[in-house]
């Protein structure tokens, strides 16, 4: 009998466990919807009931870089709640976002909504995804959220944007679009150049506007590096930038107008084939073999970047002005006189000296609902509300009466939070209270002027701001509405064998770079042109130049 | 009868077995069922399809890694770093056991012993960042020193530099790995018969003729099928390593297979070429091993199977 018991026991406890286990590996991966909620009202009533059932949605920000600041629930998540019966648990990703969209479709570990980047392989990504049934089909249920249908209307979208990831499903919808300016006056100019400190262009008495050409900027890095400064026993380096190389390359429009150029008889070739090209590479060789050029910079992490830059040992930076004035502010509190200004404007390759400077100023971000959604309803009013005005203001300056108040009908923000915010260096106040996290990459179009501008930016950087755009924009911008090639050659029948070739190429320019003589540089160079040419390039090219034939092209393309 | 006496004995080493049956679950669980997937590696892989929905490709994939312009570079540096690590890494574990064998104060043995184990816990991108601090020429103490004692005259750039690639390589995986890999040693140095060690005394043998004749004999059974073993890395020069280490100067040789196979798979999202590629990998690591086991087999009678 006390057998049979212990038999019995024995059954129900592996019973148990096998129950467990099973529970346990029962939820797909989702881990998404609670419940099937009701906060599916109709869109454009945004204002909650308070009997709707909790809905929690998990959506993916597929930024590295990205994060949370030290509370779940923020103030401005709290509202969002409020008003649409809707949590958010936010997943932000750190590291290559690339691998986050091709790792999350491949172990089908899906979020509700993913948000990420609208260029390269990350919107590759999505678009195999959409075309492999990864994602929910939109179109029938768009008319109701109006915030939403704006954002992708075929006008408001870069045509070769729309015609690759937008509107390429025929009556098929699945992405919607953020972050393109609303208008002109919303269009972001980043500021990417080369930047001086002012102390050091003083010391080798060289007027950072007087370096024009590649020759003026070779010469002053010289005389950086020849004047042997040092900086706490370390020797400065005359050229550096941040994390992976970031974005010491963008010299490049000193040799080229954009990736593809006429060839002069009306038809477009990749850059990486022309005698320009070479040219580029070379001058960043003779940087880096005479130690003009930090070569730790491809290779380096971001703390290490940032610890050379905080403690003065680069003297010229390379990136947008935002990053280098947040990289350089506490170095130069306390070495006054020692803050980065514009070098140049350099010349462009192809451009007359007046022409204004030609940027792609288009949205950043696509979001997708994925399959793993329950409730797309909910997931639609959650999107459409931080589209809409009010969502905007919310994300963006935070809530009402609390951070920020109206005065004589413009958003200004409370002294007691700017205050707060401007002296917290490490931005994680801001965070806290909901600003700068993952819903400013949901919030539509980018209308921040037009509603009443970054209310939390301080005087200084703006000031800052203004002066590098007096230098590196004397004729102004010109915003490019033309054709990429490059979106046109992705939709080429080779490319699926061209592409992985094609991903190559900057790797095989920073080998180059570091290649033993010009000639070594040369062949690595070589080497690739010939995969490319095996792997279907004459013919996608071919493709493309019968696709652009008699449409504007993108020639003219500073970094943005 | 056969499967009556086979039971039979297995009950009798029934704890045995028992001592066996995490190890065994643990290599059918993480080691035998993932081996469907391999049919990714002659499948067009899709979202939708999966591993057993995706449409056939035949050998496309395999062509692709062969019609590959660096697919000849990236086995010949697999090949020679991995050769390095072995020939030299396989060496220096022994090495230690013996030394440490031979010492004779307990405190001190275990302290060495406690110090050499602790980088193997450490992971790569610690170690290879406290590389990045130590061996920088601007203000790194390596170099801060050998220019003030006059080793050199200016700082050397250690790393993302062709001329001291292999060295940082090889070296930082002995640094890395030699103390765990020594406890197999110890362990087998700590079996051998005390009475050998007597007898070999009063033969007259001194502490060099003790390790010639007793301690390196003691352990020739486990070196050799640890080698075995280890042979069958060979197409595999270790990921996290190459990753961080293997920079743009050092590509030309510091490129391999298993950096290449995640490129491929996680970044670029070609799931199908990675699990091709990952298989012939695999395929030569197979061919390797049974060849250096029926070589082993020949040459000293210690074989796997």
């Known amino acids: ?168 499903f025929g009556d098929q919808q699945y992405l919607l679009y953020q972050n393109q300016p609303a208008t002109d006056k919303d269009a972001m100019d980043w500021l990417y150049g080369f930047y001086v400190r002012k102390d050091i262009a003083q010391k080798v008495g060289v007027d950072p506007q007087s370096v024009k050409t590649k020759d003026d900027l070779y010469n002053f890095l010289k005389k950086i590096k020849d004047a042997k400064l040092t900086e706490n026993g370390m020797p400065v380096m005359p050229l550096g930038g941040f994390s992976n190389g970031w974005a010491v390359g963008i010299g490049n429009t000193m040799f080229y107008g954009s990736d593809y150029q006429d060839k002069g008889d009306g038809t477009l070739e990749h850059t990486f084939f022309t005698k320009a090209y070479e040219d580029y590479t070379l001058y960043y060789r003779k940087l880096i073999e005479e130690g003009l050029l930090d070569p730790e910079t491809f290779t380096q992490t971001d703390p290490i970047a940032k610890e050379k830059i905080n403690q003065g040992r680069i003297a010229v930076l390379a990136a947008h002005f935002p990053a280098i004035y947040d990289a350089t502010k506490e170095y130069a509190k306390s070495h006054p006189g020692s803050d980065f200004v514009a070098v140049g404007p350099l010349e462009r390759a192809g451009a007359e000296p007046n022409r204004p400077v030609d940027l792609g100023i288009q949205g950043n971000n696509v979001t997708v609902i994925t399959k793993a959604c329950k409730n797309v309803d909910a997931a639609l009013k959650l999107l459409e509300f931080l589209a809409s005005d009010e969502g905007f203001l919310l994300v963006h300056y935070g809530v009402e009466g609390v951070h920020w108040e109206r005065v004589d009908g413009k958003p200004v923000a409370k002294k007691e939070f700017f205050d707060k915010f401007a002296a917290d260096t490490t931005g994680k106040e801001k965070k806290n209270a909901g600003i700068g996290i993952g819903f400013e990459s949901l919030t539509g179009q980018d209308r921040t002027n037009t509603l009443g501008g970054d209310i939390w930016a301080d005087q200084e950087r703006i000031a800052a701001m203004d002066n590098a755009r007096k230098i590196l924009r004397p004729n102004g911008i010109k915003v490019i509405s033309a054709y990429n090639a490059g979106d046109v050659i992705a939709k080429s029948p080779q490319w699926e064998t061209l592409k992985p070739s094609m991903d190559r190429i900057g790797d095989v320019w920073k080998e180059a770079v570091f290649a033993k003589s010009d000639d070594a540089a040369l062949k690595v160079i070589n080497a690739l042109r010939d995969q490319m040419n095996k792997t279907g390039y004459p013919e996608a090219i071919q493709y493309v130049n019968e696709n652009l034939k008699g449409k504007e092209v993108v020639k003219l393309q500073m970094a943005n | ?142 170099n801060d020193l050998l220019v003030s004692i006059g080793l050199v005259k200016d700082p050397i750039r250690f790393l993302n530099n062709t001329s001291w690639f292999y060295q940082i390589i090889v070296g930082s995986d002995i640094w890395k790995n030699i103390g765990w890999n020594s406890i197999i040693y110890m362990a087998a140095m700590a079996g051998i018969d005390q009475q050998l060690y007597e007898a070999a005394k009063i033969d007259g043998a001194g502490r060099f003729r003790q390790i010639w004749h007793v301690t390196l004999p003691g352990i020739r059974n486990i070196a050799v099928i640890l080698f075995i073993l280890a042979t069958g890395s060979l197409m595999s020069a270790g990921y996290e390593q190459l990753l961080l280490l293997n920079g743009p100067a050092t590509a030309a040789i510091g490129s391999v297979l298993d950096v290449h196979v995640i490129g491929a798979g996680i970044s670029q999202g070609r799931l199908s070429y990675a699990a091709a590629v990952g298989l012939f990998q695999s395929i030569i690591a197979l061919v390797l091993i049974l060849t250096v086991n029926r070589i082993a087999r020949k040459v000293s009678d210690v074989s796997l199977f």
């Open chain 1, 1 to 168: 009998m006390k057998k049979k018991q212990s038999k019995f026991s024995r059954l129900v406890l592996a019973a148990a466990l096998m129950t467990t286990a099973l529970a346990g590996c029962s939820d797909n991966g989702g881990g998404n919807s609670e419940g099937s909620g009701n906060a599916n009202a109709p869109a454009g009533d945004n204002g909650g009931t308070g009997t709707e059932k909790a809905v929690t949605l998990k959506i993916l920000h597929n930024w590295n870089g990205s994060g949370p600041g030290d509370v779940d629930m923020t103030p401005i998540a709290e509202a969002i709640r409020e008003k649409t019966g809707i949590t958010v648990q936010f997943d932000y990703t750190k590291g290559s976002e690339t691998e986050k969209v091709n790792t999350i479709f491949a172990t089908q570990d899906l979020p509700d909504i993913y948000t990420g980047p609208a260029w390269g392989g990350e919107l590759d990504g999505i678009v195999k995804a959409a075309k492999e049934d990864q994602l929910v089909d939109l179109s029938e249920k768009l008319a109701s959220y109006p915030n939403l249908s704006k954002a992708i209307a075929k006008e408001n979208v870069p045509p070769a944007l729309y015609d690759k990831a937008i509107g390429a």
């Open chain 2, 1 to 142: 009868m056969g499967a009556s006496l086979l039971w039979r004995r297995l009950w009798r080493h029934k704890l045995l077995y028992l001592f066996m049956l995490p190890g065994i679950v643990w290599f059918f669980l993480f080691s035998y069922v993932p081996l469907y997937g391999i049919q990714v590696a002659f499948r067009d892989f899709t979202f939708s399809g999966g591993f057993t929905g995706s449409p056939w490709a035949g050998l496309k994939y395999f062509r692709q890694f062969f019609d590959y312009y660096q697919s000849e570079a990236l086995i010949r540096n697999t090949i020679l770093i991995s050769a390095l690590k072995l020939v030299i890494g396989f060496a220096m574990p022994i090495l230690l056991a013996i030394l440490l064998n031979e010492v004779r104060h307990v405190k001190f043995k275990k302290t060495v012993q406690t110090l050499s184990y602790l980088p193997y816990f450490v992971s790569w991108v610690v170690v290879v960042t406290l590389m990045q601090r130590l061996l920088t020429p601007y203000g790194g103490p390596v």
